[in-house]
């Protein structure tokens, strides 16, 4: 495997390596939009990733790499809020658009998409996964400096909205007025850091609770966003791991009920609400938009999960509980 020569330029530029330091180098695979690497630097393994133009998924997906100054950012305000949930990072060179971060071993913070696939679903850490959240969305509600430095409504556009809530528009012409409004409803909500892709892949489970990573659309906007993308997962779960559904319906409760009182000085009141409305747009879209989830591959599936978000985007629920348990009780109906 030939090393990164352009990405050790730029570390022994930036003064990380030493000059005569030829570090082992070993790619890190999971990730869609960046190389990843494992460094072994004199000091011990730092991890490098350095955002591409194009993403590696099946549909046609392209995002400015300036994006990975937003991820170092978030990195760095989350770790005033709640350190032990992101890696530190320790060097970044905007103009090549990578940044070093430590090194988190996999072997005791193993990937909570992995646990979860395996029926490893625990509600404690999903109410880990929901307090961090809840506590970063409190925390950067009010600090005056996140409106200014995450203004990054054009690539939360290009990688969140236009893939999930608009492709998936432009393909179900039935609830299209509804994905669209949801669509502009997140957009012109400005309330706290959002992290943008809170996805089980981008969690670690480790000793000191979740690490959660990948900040790459982060954007002073729409709190609900967050909650329901994650949430989102914790359903889909359900058609990949059936016998695990008790827990992924567990994990759910858990979520919610801890985000929920880690907001409870956040002033605005509706996030539940719009998390809700949200969740039964996305829920489709992991189906039926840009971005599928590659465990949903058959049609009865699918079906189940149309059947289910037509009803909650057709009928609004207020609380995203509603939504799971109406997913819950049509998978017993119909399983
Ligand atoms: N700091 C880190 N320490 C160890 N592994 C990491 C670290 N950052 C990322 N990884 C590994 O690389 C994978 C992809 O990283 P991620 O930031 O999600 O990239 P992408 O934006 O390409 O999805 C993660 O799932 C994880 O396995
Ligand atoms: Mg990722």
């Not at 893939?163 to 669209?180: F, G, M």
Request: glycine share 6%; hydrophobic share 45%.
């Amino acid at each position: 495997m030939p090393k990164p020569d352009d990405i050790l330029d730029a570390l022994r530029a930036g003064g990380v390596l030493t000059p005569g330091e030829d570090p082992d180098c070993t790619p890190l695979t999971g990730g869609v939009s960046s190389d990843i690497w494992r460094i072994d630097l004199a000091s011990g393994p730092v991890c490098v990733k350095r955002a591409l133009a194009k993403l590696k998924v099946a549909d046609d997906w392209h995002a400015p790499v300036s994006r990975n100054a937003f991820e170092v950012a978030w990195m760095q305000t989350v770790r005033a809020i709640a350190p032990s949930a992101v890696p530190d990072v320790i060097f970044h060179d905007p103009e090549t658009g990578l940044f070093a971060m430590t090194y988190i071993e996999p072997e005791t913070a193993p990937v909570w998409k992995t646990l979860l696939r395996d029926g490893v679903a625990e509600p404690e850490n999903a109410a880990a996964v929901g307090d961090i959240l809840g506590r970063i969305h409190t925390a950067t509600s009010t600090d005056p400096d996140i409106p200014a430095r995450f203004d990054n409504d054009e690539i939360f556009h290009a990688i969140r909205l236009e893939p999930y809530l608009l492709a998936t528009a432009e393909r179900c012409p039935d609830v299209a007025d509804r994905l669209r409004e949801l669509a502009d409803i997140t957009a012109s909500n400005k309330v706290a850091l959002v992290h943008g892709d809170v996805s089980p892949k981008n969690i670690l489970i480790g000793p000191d609770g979740p690490v959660f990573l990948d900040a790459e659309c982060a954007w002073f906007g729409d709190p609900a966003f967050d909650l329901a993308f994650c949430l989102n997962h914790l359903l889909l779960k359900c058609l990949w791991a059936p016998s695990a559904r008790p827990g992924f319906k567990a994990c759910f409760e858990a979520l919610t009920a801890s985000y929920e009182a880690a907001t409870t000085d956040i002033a605005d009141r509706a996030i539940p609400k719009r998390t809700a409305h949200l969740l039964a747009g996305l829920f489709l879209a992991r189906v039926d938009g840009k971005s599928p989830a590659e465990y949903i591959t058959a049609d009865a599936d699918k079906e189940h999960v149309r059947t289910v978000a037509r009803e909650f985007l057709t009928n609004p629920a207020d609380h995203p509980i509603d939504i799971c348990h109406g997913w819950h009780a049509h998978l017993n109906k119909n399983q």
